[in-house]
């Protein structure tokens, strides 16, 4: 930048306020002060870099030196830049501001979905998405544990950004939670974030979104991946990464409580007879399940033998006549399980609206 590029008007009254300054060799008063910090906020406002007006000032300086008391002129330089860059930076401080306050402002907006959304479509280009286009959101971490200045976020953005620099992604908190929106079919992306993210938090869950269109689109994928956290929890599910795609059957299955709530009867009931309860048995299910029906990986999750683990199965056959290794059965026993590990039973029964 140049001089000519920066108007005079914020060296007015310096050159007088050095000649008098020399003269009687008095500070500056408070309305020096106050004119030096008004024309800071104003060059901060007009965008002009505070090197360069700092230039200027000392340029100016140079012009107006008198032969003599330079000790007091001294004095006075100090003082009036000193108030001019107190002025620019508190200029600089509120521009800070108004624009946290603006990307606070869209990014509720964006998530709780009640905004008008075609004007959310145009503010969201200032934020680096085209909102026209299908996004998908990712969400990491505990509720009220993070934030926008917190180390946390800092740590996951700047590698986000560093390995996708040029692409339209948004990283932000919002009730506490990290959150990555990024397009929809850039999928490597949000794995990306996940894994920072998951090592990030220490080991926090995170979830992802399946991609949605349009404006709405965000919200819609932001909700699917806190419903996500929300189901692993309830049901202790435990892998790092959610996917909200993989967890579609269980919404459908909490869709119709009373037959739900009467397969569970039904078909696990009877595993009450068993000696210790339904408990146990109901365990040995949920592992032989999650392992694939794949007996010897089971029983080593149990710590049990597969003689054990075969001797439970068949245990279970005899009290439900249902036997797990028959694949039509297996399917009718296997959907009994999800639907108790979603209603936590036996530990709260049945009886609950």
């Known amino acids: 930048m140049t001089r000519q590029s920066v108007p005079e008007d914020y060296l007015v009254g310096y050159a007088r306020i050095l000649a008098e300054v020399a003269a009687t060799g008095r500070r500056l008063n408070r309305d020096e002060v106050q004119s030096r910090r008004a024309l800071g906020e104003k060059a901060a406002e007009a965008g002009h870099s505070l090197r360069t007006l700092v230039g200027e000032h000392l340029a100016a300086t140079r012009a107006a030196w008198p032969n003599t008391a330079a000790d007091t002129v001294l004095v006075a330089v100090e003082q009036a830049i000193d108030a001019f860059a107190e002025g620019y930076e508190r200029a600089q401080r509120l521009a800070v501001r108004q624009e946290e306050a603006a990307r606070r402002e869209f990014i509720d907006d964006l ?14 280009e200032r934020f680096g998405l085209w909102l026209s286009h299908a996004h998908a959101v990712a969400v ?3 509720p009220a544990s993070y934030d926008e200045t917190g180390s946390v976020l800092r740590r996951v953005e700047q590698a986000v950004f560093t390995r996708f620099a040029d692409r339209r992604i948004l990283l932000t908190t919002k009730d506490g939670r990290l959150v990555c929106i990024a397009p929809g079919d850039q999928d ?8 920072h993210a998951h090592a990030a938090t220490d080991g926090g869950q995170v979830a992802i979104g399946r991609p949605h269109p349009g404006p709405g689109g965000v919200v819609h ?4 991946a806190l419903n996500a ?8 599910l435990d892998s790092p990464v959610l996917r909200a795609a993989d967890l579609l059957v269980f919404p459908v ?4 409580r009373a037959a739900m709530t009467d397969l569970i009867g039904s078909v696990l009931g009877p595993l009450q007879r068993a000696r210790g309860g339904a408990g146990p048995l109901l365990d040995t299910l949920n592992v032989y399940f999650d392992a694939g029906c794949v007996a010897a990986e089971a029983a080593r999750r149990l710590n049990l ?3 054990a683990l075969t001797y439970r199965l068949a245990r279970i056959h005899s009290l439900t006549g249902s036997d797990p290794a028959d694949p039509m059965q297996r399917y009718t026993l296997q959907t009994a399980v999800i639907g108790a590990r979603f209603l936590d039973w036996p530990a709260q029964g049945l009886g609950q609206d």
């Open 111 to 124: 998530l709780y979905g009640g905004s008008d959304l075609g004007r959310l479509a145009e503010r969201a």
């Open 140 to 142: 990491a971490g505990d």
């Open 188 to 195: 490597e992306i949000l794995a990306f974030f996940a894994k």
């Open 221 to 224: 994928s932001y909700e699917e």
């Open 229 to 236: 956290l929300d189901l692993a929890a309830r049901m202790n």
């Open 253 to 256: 299955l909490a869709r119709d």
């Open 305 to 307: 033998s597969v003689r």
